[in-house]
């Protein structure tokens, strides 16, 4: 080992023969670069249950347990409103969520659900539609806004 006064520092032998060269800040970056790489065990679990634990995560995974109970809801309504029959079909379709997501948004605003529910079927045949689902969420969408804009109504003046 040597010293150099300029920086007052011990140098190993072998550092100095690197630095010459210009190898040592390439070589720390290589290093510095596969560490991140070579967590160990406990290190990932540590990271792992951060992640799970982020607000962002707990969001997200809550978010989706409230859309698949309400989706629930939204089925046992319409078993109970339609007959299991008439409901299943709807249910079954990947499009039922948006069917769930209005009917929330109705009795949120204080509409009758079940009552939209059974109008937007009963309303025509669904004849030929690919997927009669989105023929249903439009359908209340529809009626919704109907109501929406006809609570608005024209203001009287005082």
Request: proline share 3%.
């Amino acid at each position: 080992m040597s010293f150099s006064p300029g920086n007052r520092r011990f140098r190993h032998p072998v550092e100095q023969s690197i630095r010459g060269r210009g190898f040592l800040d390439s070589l720390l970056a290589k290093v510095a670069a596969n560490h991140d790489g070579n967590l160990t065990a406990h290190e990932e679990m540590v990271a792992a249950r951060a992640e799970a634990r982020s607000a962002a995560t707990m969001a997200e995974v809550l978010t989706d347990i409230e859309d698949q109970a309400n989706e629930h809801r939204a089925a046992t309504m319409a078993r109970r409103v339609l007959g299991d029959g008439v409901a299943e079909p709807f249910i079954k379709t990947t499009s039922w969520g948006a069917v769930a997501t209005h009917l929330r948004a109705a009795a949120r605003d204080g509409f009758n659900d079940e009552a939209l529910l059974k109008d937007a079927v009963d309303e025509a045949d669904f004849g030929v539609s690919e997927d009669q689902d989105a023929v249903l969420a439009w359908r209340i969408e529809h009626r919704l806004a109907m109501r929406y804009e006809w609570n608005r109504g024209p203001k009287k003046a005082p």
